[in-house]
Structure formats: structure tokens, C-alpha cells
């Protein structure tokens, strides 16, 4: 069977001949016992994994069923489907015609199984996700003390922070830095993301690295968002490196996040 007669019978399958394609076709299966149950085989098989007529279970809406159903609406599915039926039928003609409903229902088998493997394998997710997900800057401690009320200036940066309005927080802690006694580690924090989130990521290590290495009772925190920081620069060894060293010790910052993330990572 050669390949334009593959290519005729699941058009003509399809129902996308003209007319007098169809005819011929028709003509042809009359006449020829080989090209008719080339054309069974197929139509068999369509049956099974067609567009329209495939089934799993009443309950279409579930969410599983749809992708299933695009998946099998897919041109990749089509092409496997495709291909399957042509290895199939090829061996079955060796075979002498012995075993066709198991090649059969082998082939359909092998398609869902893949399909299985698509819907189902995990993929990885990727480093920038990862960091999105585990930056959680809610937790940070807040710059402004309480029942202070002239630091409005750390609760201008704040607001500024928590807006997302970096460049402008920056401006107002770097001046602050200079300046206050305590909460220095938490600036520093803030200082070190908010330059992480611009895309600064020198400067970003820089303030991390100034944290870790103070006296701060906060330094090891420098530690989880530094190894943010390779994670969001694609920089997996180096995270990698600063991640093994948290999950090292249950009471460490963010052990238990660090050892999910080497998992991920």
C-alpha cells in the first residue's frame, strides 16, 4: 500500500474528497479485496479515535475529559493515530491477516497511553515560576516600629514597597540606611529585593552578602533570599549550593522551603 493510498482512504474517511474522488475510491474497494480492508481497517480505527465520536464516560464537563478532547482533537494525535494504523496494517498483511483485533485495539491502547503520559507526566516547573512562588514578601518584617510615629519616612518606603514601586523605595532607604540604628538588617532586606525585583542583581548580591555577613540577628535570612536571587538569574548551581546549605539544619531560615525547592529545582 503506498503512501498516497493511505493519504486517499483517510480523506476519503474525512469525507473531503470531491465527488468524483469519492467515486473512484468506491470503485476501488469494490474491486480490490487488498485496497477494501485497508479501508475497513481504518474506518474501524477512525471509529475508535475519531473527532466526534470518541467517548470517556457521561460526564463531558469534567475538566480531564476536555483535555483528553483536545488532545485527541490535536494534529500530533491525528500523525500517531496515523502512523499506527500504517504499522499495523503493514504487519498484519505479514501476518496473513491473523491477529487483526488485537493489533487493533494494541495500536488505540499505545495512543491513550501516550496521551496518558502528556496529560499526566509532571512538568518541570520553571526557575522563573519557582521564584515567583517562593517569594513571599509578606513575610517580611515591617521597616516602621510600632507605636512610632516619626518614622514616616520607612512608612512612605513601605507603602512604596508594597506597591511595587521599587526605584522609589530605594530612594528613601538607601537615606535611611545612613542614618537609622535598628531595623538595618530588615532595610537591608528590603533594600536587597527591591533591587532583585529591578533586575539589579549585582547590586542585589551586594546587599545580601552585606547581611549575612553582619551581626544582625536577621543575617541568615540574606541566605534564603540570595539563593532567590540565582534562582531567578537561571544561576541553578549556585542555588543549589546556598539551598543544601539551609535544608542542612531543621531550625535554619526556611529549611523546609529549601529543601522543597532542591526537589524542584
Same mark, same amino acid.
Given at each position: 500500500m503506498s503512501i498516497e493510498e493511505d493519504i486517499l482512504i483517510k480523506n476519503f474517511l474525512r469525507d473531503t474528497l470531491s465527488d468524483e474522488e469519492r467515486n473512484e475510491v468506491l470503485q476501488k474497494i469494490e474491486l480490490d479485496e487488498s485496497f477494501r480492508e485497508k479501508v475497513n481497517f481504518e474506518k474501524q480505527l477512525l471509529f475508535n479515535l475519531n473527532d466526534t465520536k470518541w467517548s470517556i464516560g457521561t460526564n463531558t *464537563?469534567?475538566?480531564?475529559?476536555?483535555?483528553?478532547?483536545e488532545l485527541l482533537k490535536s494534529e500530533s494525535t491525528k500523525i500517531l493515530t496515523d502512523t499506527i494504523s500504517t504499522v499495523n496494517y503493514k504487519y498484519?498483511?505479514?501476518?496473513? =491477516? =491473523?491477529?487483526?483485533?488485537? $493489533? +487493533?485495539y494494541t495500536g488505540i491502547a499505545v495512543v491513550l497511553f +501516550? %496521551?496518558?503520559?502528556? %496529560?499526566?507526566?509532571?512538568?518541570?516547573?520553571s526557575t522563573e515560576e519557582l521564584y515567583a512562588n517562593y517569594l513571599n514578601v509578606s513575610e517580611l518584617p515591617s521597616l516602621? *516600629? =510600632?507605636? *512610632?510615629?516619626?518614622?514616616?519616612? $520607612?512608612?512612605?518606603?513601605?507603602?512604596?514597597?508594597?506597591?511595587?514601586?521599587?526605584n522609589q523605595s530605594l530612594d528613601i532607604l538607601k537615606k535611611e540606611l545612613s542614618t537609622v540604628q535598628k531595623n538595618k538588617a530588615t532595610i537591608y532586606?528590603? %533594600?536587597?529585593?527591591?533591587?532583585?525585583? +529591578?533586575?539589579?542583581?549585582?547590586?542585589?548580591?551586594?546587599?545580601? *552578602?552585606?547581611l549575612i555577613e553582619s551581626k544582625y540577628i536577621d543575617a541568615p535570612k540574606g541566605t534564603w533570599y540570595k539563593a532567590l536571587l540565582y534562582i531567578k538569574q537561571n544561576n541553578i548551581e549556585k542555588a543549589k549550593e546556598l539551598l543544601s546549605e539551609i535544608a542542612k539544619h531543621p531550625n535554619?531560615?526556611?529549611?523546609?522551603?529549601?529543601?522543597?525547592l532542591l526537589d524542584k529545582l
Open positions: *464537563n469534567h475538566e480531564e475529559v476536555k483535555e483528553y478532547e498484519q498483511l505479514k501476518q496473513k =491477516r =491473523r491477529g487483526k483485533s488485537w $493489533l +487493533l +501516550l %496521551i496518558g503520559l502528556t %496529560i499526566f507526566s509532571p512538568f518541570k516547573t516602621v *516600629n =510600632r507605636g *512610632n510615629s516619626d518614622q514616616k519616612s $520607612l512608612i512612605q518606603a513601605q507603602k512604596l514597597f508594597e506597591a511595587r514601586e521599587y532586606l528590603y %533594600i536587597g529585593i527591591s533591587q532583585m525585583e +529591578l533586575g539589579q542583581f549585582t547590586k542585589a548580591e551586594i546587599s545580601f *552578602n552585606t535554619n531560615y526556611k529549611s523546609k522551603e529549601a529543601s522543597e
